[in-house]
């Protein structure tokens, strides 16, 4: 895919911070929820290891042994992929299974370049002639296949053989949900990696932009209802096609603010939490991209729009489970600070006629906004900031995909380290990395502060809840 990504290239609204690094602190969000929830956030990212656990294992300088474990991880991914032309369905099942969680904790592109055509044919014939199960793990490995293999010609080759057979089992209706909502996702990670054709990212866009939007009322009309078993596949496909949102060239992010924008709010009724959630961020991600092309971007029924999402931001339904209002409320608040600003400034503008003394009503804290909370993601030595909606999609897209393995591949994946602006991968000696080892009774000393801090946190929102009822 060209290179001007959004989580990558300077936005145009406002330079990204070059590398992730930035030492200035998000505004306050308002809220004493808020506050114990960052709080909360930064303590957990803050992990006292700097050194994953392949780092770890390699402080002894066993060399001989590092690499006889390589071999036998080789070995074992051998048998995997003979097996994904097993006659048994349950084998072919589990060699994917084995195979998705290699890939997803480690870094192989050679052993995968060798092997590619095998691989590309084996999963064509799991897509074709598989079921449920099996099309949706095939699709899974794909996905991570492409996270391997990079924007090189192997990976483009890859996706263009497989695209077709995605797309035809993501606009299948008889096919089995998961293995539609895995297809969703597979294409738009592999259309982000890979494709290097406008056309494609455009033909991606069309086919994932179809299945969410059957979901949509047409012309302002009330959405259709739909079933709970594809709530989960609309959630996959819309954020599939977020992420796609995040390299699509301006002269078609204006048709589809156009288009969308009107329709997007309507799933901000939906029952399922995370199709909700997904849609309140992509709406936030809207809102961003249109201002990168137009910093006064206005949207007409602004109004309807922020009382929805305040009516999300303070839902306090009990039908609802408990942590789903929680991430729902925190999600929701970060969405309608970002969209809701540009109004009060607007609002606040107009307040100072012309040649008046008036001052506006709203202090200087209170227009100071209108940027993503920012997330602090540490993983070895390094700090990637996330102070995007574009970086947060493209990061949760990630990390959906490799899971645990994420901090692993964002140390030694060339490909995410470009895509986040991390620089070459680090590369350190054992003596710098024992020098970097942090103690056990460091570590203990680091959690019982974080502990009590957290404690802290969560005991000022308690009293403050106390005092009002």
């Known amino acids: 895919m060209p290179r001007a990504r959004k989580g990558n290239a300077p936005r145009r609204g406002g330079q990204r911070r070059g590398g992730g690094a930035r030492s200035s602190t998000q505004a306050d969000s308002g809220s004493s929820e808020d506050e114990a929830a960052s709080e909360a956030r930064s303590t957990t990212s803050e992990c006292p290891s700097l050194l994953s656990t392949a780092a770890e294992e390699g402080l002894g300088g066993d060399a001989v042994d590092e690499q006889g474990q390589q071999e036998d991880l080789e070995e074992k991914l051998k048998e995997y992929v003979d097996c994904l032309t097993d006659k048994s369905a349950k084998t072919r099942q589990g060699a994917l299974e084995s195979l998705r969680l290699a890939l997803a904790a480690h870094l192989l592109p050679d ?30 490995v794909l996905g991570l296949l492409c996270v391997q293999l990079g924007p090189g010609p192997k990976g ?49 866009l069309t086919c994932l932009e179809g299945v969410f939007s059957r979901s949509c009322g047409v012309g302002g009309a009330t959405a259709p209802m739909v079933p709970t078993s594809l709530h989960g596949l609309l959630c996959a496909a819309l954020q599939a096609w977020a992420l796609l949102l995040t390299i699509c060239p301006s002269t078609h992010i204006s048709h589809i603010l156009d288009r969308q924008l009107p329709q997007l709010p309507q799933l901000l009724s939906s029952e399922s939490v995370n199709l909700r959630i997904a849609a309140g961020e992509t709406i936030a991600l809207l809102f961003e991209l249109a201002r990168d092309l137009e910093e006064d971007f206005i949207y007409e029924d602004m109004e309807a729009l922020c009382g929805a999402l305040r009516t999300l931001a303070t839902d306090s339904n009990k039908y609802r489970a408990k942590a789903d209002r929680r991430r729902q409320r925190s999600t929701f608040r970060s969405v309608l600070h970002f969209v809701e600003v540009r109004v009060r400034l607007d609002a606040s503008l107009q307040e100072c006629a012309p040649g008046t003394a008036t001052k506006p009503s709203h202090s200087p804290s209170t227009l100071q906004g ?35 393995g994420m901090h692993h591949h964002l ?54 809840r106390a005092d009002i009822l």
């Open 111 to 140: 052993f995968l370049l060798e092997r590619c055509l095998t691989l590309a044919d084996a999963l064509e014939k799991c897509l074709k002639k598989g079921k449920g199960e099996e099309q949706a793990l095939a699709a899974a």
């Open 156 to 204: 483009e080759e890859l996706f263009h053989s497989l695209q077709p057979l995605l797309v035809s089992v993501l606009t299948d209706g008889t096919a089995s949900p998961a293995a539609r909502l895995h297809c969703a996702s597979a294409l738009g990670l592999g259309c982000y990696v890979a494709a290097a054709d406008v056309q494609d990212l455009v033909s991606c």
């Open 370 to 404: 209108g940027e993503c909370e920012e997330e602090t993601v540490r993983f070895g030595l390094e700090v990637l900031y996330v102070d995007s909606w574009a970086r947060r999609r493209i990061y949760a897209a990630f990390k959906d995909v490799l899971g645990s």
């Open 411 to 464: 140390q030694n994946n060339e490909l995410l380290r470009d895509i986040f602006g991390l620089g070459p991968v680090l590369v350190l000696d054992a003596t710098a990395l024992k020098a970097c080892k942090i103690s056990r009774f460091e570590k203990h000393l680091y959690n019982a502060a974080s502990f009590k801090a957290r404690t802290k946190a969560r005991s000022r929102v308690r009293d403050k």
